[in-house]
């Protein structure tokens, strides 16, 4: 079987693993996606706090980006189990491996999404100061 980038070797029905992945490997992925989900629902909620005391489009947007990030961060999770499923249904390779290339495009489409909200809620935030001039001329 060629190797997909999937952490997680299938066993055939022959064998008695029944082609699912175990519980350790559900866990495995799941840790490593705690660090990243941690870190967008810290952004939520950064972003919660600063509308709530007053903010504007900046921390709207803020918000969107967190929010569009994780739930790009949390399609991982189906999408790294879905390969062995598919081959544990006697799908070819190929048609695995192109589910999974359109999943994988799908998910970065969407994490690029948030990215372009997270810019531009940044430059939002600082071109306002940035309009102002920097130096007054006196008035004659």
């Known amino acids: 079987m060629p190797y997909l980038g999937f952490p997680v070797e ?13 519980i ?16 967008w629902i810290a952004v939520i ?7 709530h005391r007053g903010g504007g489009r900046a921390e709207r947007f803020l918000i969107a980006g967190g929010s569009i990030k994780l739930i790009g961060n949390l399609l991982i999770i189906p999408t790294v189990f879905l390969a062995p ?4 249904q006697d799908y070819s390779t ?5 589910v999974h290339t359109g999943l994988t495009i799908f998910r970065n489409v969407i994490s690029m999404a948030g990215i372009i909200c997270l810019i531009y809620a940044f430059w939002v935030k600082f071109n306002k100061r940035n309009s102002e001039p920097m130096v007054s001329l006196p008035d004659n």
């Not at 299938?10 to 175990?22: F, I």
């Not at 350790?24 to 870190?39: F, I, K, R």
């Not at 909620?45 to 509308?51: D, E, N, R």
């Not at 499923?85 to 544990?88: A, N, R, S, T």
């Open 85 to 88: 499923w598919l081959f544990h």
């Open 10 to 22: 299938v066993q055939s029905q022959e064998a008695g693993g029944g082609g699912m992945m175990g």
């Open 94 to 98: 190929d048609y695995v491996s192109t």
């Open 24 to 39: 350790l490997e559900y866990l495995m992925v799941l840790v490593a996606s705690t660090p990243a989900l941690a870190l």
């Open 45 to 51: 909620i950064y972003g919660a706090v600063k509308l």
